[in-house]
């Protein structure tokens, strides 16, 4: 199984700061038919279900706002959100889907102060 | 417009079968993938399996002799059976459409409690 590794655990941070979260896995994420990164980020805000951010490591899913980045190829992922906002208090979670069993990142809490 | 829900018992008592079902709408099973994730709570995200368009299914390895996904394409419905439950079963169970998965259930919360 391929083992995705997230960091951090959590962070707090201002609202206008920027933050990144990583994401390594334990094999190449690349395929090498089609060029693509089978990697996507989600946020999970309380009390809902997760929501599509980021995928094949940098598409920007329709309707995310363009402070969230996401970027990385073969094992190395980062999830960048420039300025944050008090709404972006959430979890955020990283997915491999390059091979079964599909594998999550342990997840990374978003505090704002 | 695309929708997926989740039903299902919230309480299932140990050692006996969990029964949900995904319906959705919007879009046809036989032209996406459909997922089964869970969450227990305040923890993780974990994938438990997936019915493929073809009505192929994969399963978590680790549930893999306890789990079954089925599905009725004539109702919409996907189907997860998981038997042998324990209190460690207990979370927020969803399916979730295989395009990068963009699509969520509102997602069921089950308890595994006597």
């Known amino acids: 199984d391929i083992v995705m590794t997230q960091s951090p655990f959590s962070l707090a941070v201002s609202e206008g700061e920027m933050v990144t979260i990583n994401c390594k896995s334990s094999?190449?994420?690349?395929?090498?038919?089609?060029?693509?990164?089978?990697l996507a980020w989600y946020q999970q805000k309380p009390g809902q279900s997760p929501k599509l951010l980021i995928y094949y490591a940098s598409t920007r899913q329709s309707g995310v706002p363009d402070r969230f980045i996401g970027s990385g190829s073969g094992t190395d992922f980062t999830l960048t959100i420039s300025d944050v906002q008090a709404e972006d208090l959430a979890d955020y979670y990283c997915?491999?889907?390059?091979?079964?069993?599909?594998?999550f990142g342990s997840g990374t809490k978003l505090e704002i102060k | 417009q695309v929708q997926l829900k989740e039903s299902g018992p919230g309480l299932v008592q140990p050692s006996q079968t969990l029964s949900l079902t995904c319906t959705v709408s919007?879009?046809?099973?036989?032209?996406?993938?459909v997922h089964w994730v869970r969450q227990p709570p305040g923890k993780g995200l974990e994938w438990m399996g997936r019915m493929r368009y073809n009505g192929d299914t994969s399963y978590n390895s680790a549930l893999k002799s306890r789990l079954s996904i089925s599905r009725d394409t004539s109702k919409n419905q996907v189907f997860l059976k998981m038997n042998s439950l324990q209190t460690d079963d207990t979370g927020t169970y969803y399916c979730?459409?295989?395009?990068?998965?963009?699509?969520w259930g509102q997602g069921v919360m089950v308890t595994v409690s006597s």
């Open positions: 997915l491999q889907h390059y091979s079964y069993p599909f594998t």
């Open positions: 919007g879009f046809s099973l036989t032209s996406y993938n």
């Open positions: 979730t459409r295989y395009n990068n998965f963009d699509y």
């Open positions: 094999q190449s994420l690349l395929s090498s038919g089609n060029q693509k990164n089978y």
